[in-house]
């Protein structure tokens, strides 16, 4: 059984429980909650392209908060009739817990909200009461396995003007664009973390500069930052979700045809993340 000391421990950490989870089992202590896995969400639309997200909870309501880019196009339509969104039950990461969404009834009850400006978008999957979470219509659970999904609370996020720049964070996500396929390099249902650093700020654009790499697939995916509060205590906050990565652009002129221009364009390392704030103004809206 798990002990009544670890379980405070866990109280500390973001993560909300919609269900008891692994009453029975011990695991080995990770510098992460144990069941950070299973924050993560990978979107997949009809065309099998695919993004990351998360689930959030606000005030008794339930919902997805992805890139406004992964189910919406330039033309701000919508990519997709439908999405399937699918999370680990962590630590166990071949178990699945899977939803197949309308996206288009939803769209037409507006119960999907995105940011004209920021890259957000939110959509209320439905109402979470005693730790139980009642999906409402066009929402259906295709998996079996009796874990349960895990999502932050917006009582306990990080927002912009408090973000300390050079602390620690974490991105999870589904970058689908990486390895090599037929070698089986990586199983991308499965999510993927990464760790870097708070760059930056531009407050002109209200954005956060992440000293950490991004790729297709990362779009929706949380950021959380570390924070020690004394020697025994880290919390670990959403501060954001992926959007983009910054370019790194050279332009070189051809030494015979000074005329011809040649751009190559490559990951900087650096990304840029949207505040929660917007996630809550959405909220809000």
């Known amino acids: 059984m798990i002990s009544t000391n670890y379980l405070k421990y866990i109280k ?10 692994f009453t029975n089992t011990t695991f080995a202590v990770s510098d992460l909650p144990f069941n950070s896995l299973s924050y993560p969400v990978l979107a997949t639309l009809d065309d099998n392209s695919s993004g990351s997200g998360f689930y959030l909870s606000d005030k008794g309501n339930f919902y997805f908060v992805t890139a406004r880019h992964v189910i919406f196009n330039n033309e701000l339509t919508l990519k997709s009739k439908t999405i399937t969104l699918s999370s680990c039950c962590s630590p166990d990461i071949s178990k699945k817990i899977v ?13 999907i909200k995105f940011h004209e400006i920021h890259d957000v978008t939110i959509i209320y999957l439905g109402k979470i009461s005693n730790n139980t979470v009642t999906y409402g219509n066009y929402i259906k659970r295709i998996s079996s396995e009796t874990c349960s999904t895990t999502s932050s609370d917006t009582l ?9 720049i050079g602390n620690e964070i974490y991105i999870f996500g589904f970058p689908n664009s990486l390895g090599l396929v037929k070698n089986q390099q990586l199983d991308y249902a499965a999510p993927l973390l990464r760790k870097g650093i708070v760059a930056g700020k531009n407050v002109h654009n209200n954005t ?10 990362n779009s929706g995916g949380p950021v959380l930052v570390i924070e020690k509060m004394n020697t025994s205590t880290t919390t670990f906050l959403p501060i954001g979700i992926v959007t983009q990565f910054v370019p790194f652009v050279e332009e ?17 390392g650096y990304s840029i993340v949207e505040p929660i704030d917007i996630v809550l103004e959405l909220l809000f809206k």
Do not use: A, H, M
């Open 208 to 217: 956060i500069i992440i000293d950490c790499p991004v790729y297709q697939g």
């Open 252 to 268: 070189w002129v051809n030494n015979r045809y000074e005329n011809v221009k040649n751009i190559t364009i490559s990951n900087s």
């Open 156 to 164: 306990w996020i990080k927002k912009f003007n408090d973000i300390p």
């Open 99 to 111: 939803f197949k969404i309308n996206l288009e009834e939803l769209y037409k009850s507006n119960l």
């Open 12 to 21: 500390s950490f973001i993560f909300v429980f919609l269900i008891e989870l």
